[in-house]
């Protein structure tokens, strides 16, 4: 009997511990997502995929933003971005703390 509750006791530590690693590892993934979504974007420099972390852009948006600043050259102001097809008042908006020129 004594062998059998410490058989349960090593089992239910090793439970314990891989929870805690689980927790751990879950937290770090978390941190790391945070840090994307909130990193700043440079809309003349940045990629298709770099533009599509901000809010509201998806991958036709970055392409257009993309295209446009390859035939007009970069955007001299946040207000230029509103030339972009499909890209409006209420996108600005949400994307103006994030980005850079």
Known sequence: MKKLFSCLAIVLSLLFSFSWLSVAN????????????????????????????????????????????????PFPSLEGLLKVKGLGQSTLKKISDRIVL
């Open 26 to 73: 879950a937290a770090k993934a978390q941190a790391a997502n945070a840090q994307a979504v909130t990193a700043m974007v440079n809309v003349n420099t940045a990629s298709a995929k770099e533009l599509q972390t901000l809010p509201g852009i998806g991958r036709v948006t970055a392409q257009r933003i993309i295209d446009y600043r390859t035939t007009k050259g």
